[in-house]
């Protein structure tokens, strides 16, 4: 899915708050943040909490992804 400007970085938990603090010591790192984890008990799958403190799974976005051309 298009997203100008993110980044997305996969590493092993041990790593996240050395990386993190790297990160955020560049302004365009500063908010900087874990946003998920990848664990067994879901494979091959994106699970949200809700705001009521369940789970849910997160469906395949619908049609295509196109990039937006400027």
């Known amino acids: 899915m ?3 400007g993110k980044l997305v ?6 790593h996240a708050d050395e990386v993190l603090a790297a990160m955020r010591t560049h302004e365009y790192g500063a908010e900087a943040m874990v946003i ?4 067994e008990a879901h ?3 994106v699970v949200t909490k809700t705001a ?3 789970t849910r799974v997160v469906d395949v ?10």
């Open 2 to 4: 298009a997203n100008e």
């Open 9 to 14: 970085a996969f590493l092993a938990p041990e």
């Open 36 to 39: 998920g984890q990848c664990v």
């Open 43 to 45: 494979p091959g799958m």
């Open 52 to 54: 009521l403190g369940g």
């Open 61 to 70: 976005p619908i049609g295509e992804q196109l990039p937006r051309i400027c």
